[in-house]
């Protein structure tokens, strides 16, 4: 007996690679056949199920530690001297993030226009 899948990922990954030689063109899955039309098939081809796993491959499942994990990384990728008292994370010198209570969303901020930046 063998282990069944973790995930879709891993099943769709197995299902794949037992099906290697299965050309892009080759019918995986058949959802109606005939229908409307006599000699039309729907459903998904070999290299629909490649495309898509190469797909969720480059977009890895995100979770909610790794959304702060890229919060975090942003910040200390950048000069942040600190969070100011409203809340505003800021360099003190041109640049902030300021939450936008209208927009009820985070927004950059500028000073000024310094260094021929635009805001």
């Known amino acids: 007996m063998t282990t069944p899948p973790s995930s879709p990922r891993v099943a769709l990954a197995h299902t794949l690679a037992t099906f290697a030689d299965e050309p892009d063109s080759g019918m995986a899955v058949v959802a109606t056949r005939n229908q409307p039309v006599r000699g039309a098939v729907t ?9 898509l796993a190469a797909e969720a491959t480059a977009r890895p499942v995100r979770t909610e530690r790794s959304r702060w994990q890229a919060v975090a990384d942003a910040l200390n ?3 942040v ?3 100011d008292l409203d809340g ?3 360099d003190h010198t041109a640049w902030s993030v300021v939450w ?5 969303r985070w927004m950059v901020s500028g000073y ?4 021929g930046e635009s805001r």
């Not at 459903?43 to 495309?51: K, S, Y």
């Not at 000024?112 to 260094?115: L, P, R, S, T, V």
Request: charged share 35%.
């Open 43 to 51: 459903g998904l081809t070999w290299g629909d199920l490649r495309a």
């Open 112 to 115: 000024d226009a310094e260094a």
């Open 77 to 79: 990728a950048i000069d």
């Open 81 to 83: 001297l600190g969070i």
């Open 100 to 104: 936008d209570r209208d927009a009820e």
């Open 88 to 90: 505003t994370i800021t």
